[in-house]
T-cell receptor, first 115, second 110 residues
Framework: EPEVTQTPSHQVTQMGQEVILRCVPISNHLYFYWYRQILGQKVEFLVS????????KSEIFDDQFSVERPDGSNFTLKIRSTKLEDSAMYFC?????????????FGNGTRLTVT | RKEVEQDPGPFNVPEGATVAFNCTYSNSASQSFFWYRQDCRKEPKLLMS???SGNEDGRFTAQLNRASQYISLLIRDSKLSDSATYLC???????????FGGGTRLMVKP
């Protein structure tokens, strides 16, 4: 079964540094997402992306965050200047269509630790 | 405010038991509903969508009550492998911006 893959599985960075989290969505999917889950808390929506632009974003997704699809396969999340509170599990997801009945397929996540 | 609330548990049940989880959501304009399963430190995985008429998938039955803004999941004949956190998920808009509940933890014991 096709999968969403994410790299790295664990990223440790110092406060103030930039990080790029990478995702390869399922190949025939057109809609891409980032969610995050702080340890012990709910999974939270960050951003959705379609046709090379952001479709929706949450309040969490401020100017420190950006997303990009640099080529035909990768989908990246960049955090420009990391803060301690950015430590979380970041999940990439993709779906074939954008409608509310199109199921999301999640990657196995990148654990980001900011020290 | 768009909230999804669940009893965090844990629910400790013996193998073979039937267990039910409930979930309430705050926004009556919700579009679609799901149950996801999450194993410890893993990604959420779709268990089943929840339809207005109720639906069943093997040992799992989901119900939706729009009037009460309430969703349920029933698991029959629990297996050890059912041990996980069950996430109630609501989609409030036409896109795919999912709102997750905090999850209900299930532990099935031999």
């Amino acid at each position: 079964e096709p999968e969403v893959t994410q790299t790295p599985s664990h990223q440790v960075t110092q406060m103030g540094q930039e990080v790029i989290l990478r995702c390869v969505p399922i190949s025939n999917h057109l809609y891409f997402y980032w969610y995050r889950q702080i340890l012990g808390q709910k999974v939270e929506f960050l951003v959705s992306f379609y046709n090379n632009e952001i479709s929706e974003k949450s309040e969490i997704f401020d100017d420190q965050f950006s997303v990009e699809r640099p080529d035909g396969s990768n989908f990246t999340l960049k955090i420009r200047s990391t803060k301690l509170e950015d430590s979380a599990m970041y999940f990439c997801a993709s779906s074939q269509q954008g409608g509310h009945n199109s199921p999301l397929h999640f990657g196995n996540g990148t654990r980001l630790t900011v020290t | 405010r768009k909230e999804v609330e669940q009893d965090p548990g844990p629910f400790n049940v013996p193998e073979g038991a039937t267990v039910a989880f409930n979930c309430t959501y705050s926004n009556s304009a919700s579009q679609s509903f799901f149950w996801y399963r999450q194993d410890c430190r893993k990604e959420p995985k779709l268990l089943m969508s929840v339809y207005s008429s109720g639906n069943e998938d093997g040992r799992f039955t989901a119900q939706l009550n729009r009037a009460s803004q309430y969703i349920s999941l029933l698991i029959r004949d629990s297996k050890l492998s059912d041990s996980a956190t069950y996430l109630c998920v609501v989609n409030y808009n036409a896109g795919n911006m999912l709102t997750f509940g905090g999850g209900t933890r299930l532990m099935v014991k031999p």
